[in-house]
């Protein structure tokens, strides 16, 4: 049984060993092409894969040609404006739905569930009419404006809340404190997993954001829209489109290594994944 069970634990790993080559090709393509010539990326030759000359000046070209600083600058606030106001709205209705007694709790929450199965592109015209009225088209707000509420975060927190036992309320209730105390001292810290996890979910989702960003803004623009006009209508610069998608990986990449505890205890306890 020994044996056997070290067989099985050999042939799992090699599994998981090759799933995770697999999943790292596509990255390790675009690095590896951001260094290479436009010829050899789109040689039909399947062995180029290692540049003859690793070329820096594709990242030069496009650091010139694009202000990457002003593009991060923008990325995190749309990523810093969609999580707060995530976490805050939904961490509120969450608890409300959960815990509080209204009239039309149920249909409310019914039309959050009704948001949350139909796509996302039928709120744009809405959206887009609401940011225009307001005159805030072209600014980070207008970015960060669809997040401002979260259908799948109230759903997730409320979720969250119903899972904690009503002693805790009945306690704090006898010990003098009213609704506000009792949910900002009690019982939002108990929650704080789901909150991780809601955010980590916002933070991804407002990074690869492309059509909103194309629509509501012409000058401001985050990482994903800035990339999307380095596409050209009949032909591509691959080395370069590459070079530029490398870089918008940083920021991506260093907020994992700041918060890899985080990301990983998040996602864990959610039960879900990105």
């Not at 020994?2 to 393509?29: C, D, G, N, Y």
């Not at 380095?230 to 940083?250: D, E, H, I, K, R």
Request: charged share 10%; net charge positive; aromatic share 12%.
């Amino acid at each position: 049984m020994e044996q056997r069970a070290k067989i099985m634990s050999i042939v799992i790993h090699l599994i998981l060993i090759l799933v995770s080559i697999t999943m790292l090709v596509p990255f390790l393509w675009m690095a590896l092409t951001a260094f290479k010539s436009m010829t050899e990326a789109t040689s039909v030759n399947p062995f180029v894969i290692f540049p003859s000359v690793w070329r820096t000046e594709n990242f030069t070209t496009v650091i010139n040609n694009m202000d990457f600083p002003i593009l991060y600058w923008n990325t995190l606030l749309l990523i810093a404006g969609r999580v707060i106001a995530a976490v805050l709205t939904a961490t509120l209705a969450g608890y409300a739905f959960a815990r509080l007694e209204f009239r039309g709790k149920n249909f409310m929450f019914s039309l959050i569930l009704f948001q949350m199965m139909v796509p996302g592109q039928i709120y744009i015209i809405p959206q887009y009419l609401m940011v225009s009225k307001m005159g805030m088209l072209n600014t980070i707000f207008a970015l960060v404006f669809p997040g401002l509420v979260t259908a799948f975060g109230t759903f997730l927190l409320r979720q969250a809340y119903m899972g904690l036992p009503r002693d805790l309320e009945e306690a704090a209730r006898l010990d003098g404190c009213n609704i506000g105390q009792t949910f900002l001292w009690i019982m939002a810290p108990l929650t704080q997993s789901s909150m991780v996890a809601l955010g980590i979910f916002t933070a991804v989702f407002a990074y690869k954001d492309l059509m909103w960003p194309l629509i509501c803004n012409r000058d401001v623009m985050p990482l994903s829209a800035a990339l999307a006009k380095m596409q050209g209508q009949y032909t591509n610069n691959y080395p370069q489109l590459m070079a530029a998608s490398l870089l918008a990986c940083v920021p991506m990449i260093v907020l994992y290594l700041i918060f890899q505890k985080q990301f990983v205890e998040g996602i864990a306890t959610s039960g879900g994944k990105l």
